[in-house]
């Protein structure tokens, strides 16, 4: 298991911004609803969460991961689930927090469309209490 507290722990965090096309926020919603149910239960993700600014059309994915592996574990299984999403966006901005392998660090890049530029940030400390949250639910 990774240790968390080391700097290269190989934990990943995404954070992709999404423009929704106008009219198909509901679409939308319900495209996002089906693929975060369909990772839940069987994506190797430790945490999504999904927060949505409907006044400007902007939604807000935040996917983590325990290490590379994970994140091409999650694009192999979910690729129906993404094209479905995708149909009612398009990606402002993508960033990647963590270091990835050059295999994902690649995928990422060529995922995007011409224009979009992931930006990648290298980890340097912090700590995670996961099991706090469910406590408090």
Request: hydrophobic share 40%; charged share 30%.
């Amino acid at each position: 298991m990774n240790n968390v507290d080391a700097p290269d722990s190989g934990i990943l965090l995404f954070r992709n911004t999404m423009r929704i096309t106008e009219g198909h926020l509901d679409a939308y919603r319900e495209a996002v609803e089906k693929a975060v149910r369909f990772v839940e239960q069987h994506g190797p993700q430790v945490m999504v969460e999904v927060f949505i600014d409907e006044q400007k059309l902007f939604a807000h994915s935040f996917q983590m991961y325990r290490d590379s592996d994970s994140v091409r574990a999650h694009w192999k299984m979910s690729e129906p689930y993404i094209q479905e999403v995708m149909k009612h966006c398009r990606v402002e901005r993508f960033e990647v927090f963590g270091k990835p392998d050059a295999d994902v660090m690649a995928g990422v890049r060529g995922s995007l469309d011409d224009g979009v530029s992931p930006s990648f940030a290298v980890r340097f400390t912090g700590f995670m209490r996961l099991d706090a949250l469910r406590s408090t639910q």
